[in-house]
């Protein structure tokens, strides 16, 4: 069984940095892929970040470009996202999210296991 956790989010000031994490069990493939999606209040839930295991790919929605760095503790089954520069735009909900799928990691519907959410509130 699959589990998800996530943990780091908070309340910071614009500019200011967080770090999430997301310790994983039940689900450590060869390959496939593990991502970082948000969603705000009254919006569709959107991909920010997710990781090509196996091949070590990388894509980042273009909003978080520069700002955003996922990675992965292989020993630690742990996926983070370092988040800085925040901006009151990146308030949202976010969800670790993983997969067997090798294609078009950005995208929700392509995962099938989600964690339970942990909520990123950006001040200006």
């Known amino acids: 069984q699959v589990q998800l956790v996530e943990s780091g989010g908070g309340s910071v000031q614009a500019g200011g940095s967080l770090r999430l994490s997301c310790a994983a069990s039940?689900?450590?493939?060869?390959?496939?892929?593990m991502g970082w999606f948000r969603q705000a209040p009254g919006k569709e839930r959107e991909g920010v970040a997710a990781?090509?295991?196996?091949?070590?790919?990388?894509s980042y929605d273009d909003s978080v470009v520069g700002r955003f760095t996922i990675s992965r503790d292989k020993m630690k089954n742990t996926l983070y996202l370092q988040m800085n520069n925040l901006k009151p735009e990146d308030a949202a909900t976010y969800y670790c999210?993983?997969?067997?799928?090798?294609?078009?990691?950005?995208?929700?519907?392509?995962?099938?296991?989600w964690g339970q959410g942990t909520q990123v509130t950006v001040s200006s």
């Open positions: 999210a993983a997969t067997y799928s090798l294609t078009y990691c950005l995208r929700e519907t392509r995962y099938n296991y």
């Open positions: 039940g689900y450590s493939p060869s390959a496939g892929c």
């Open positions: 990781l090509y295991i196996g091949s070590g790919g990388i």
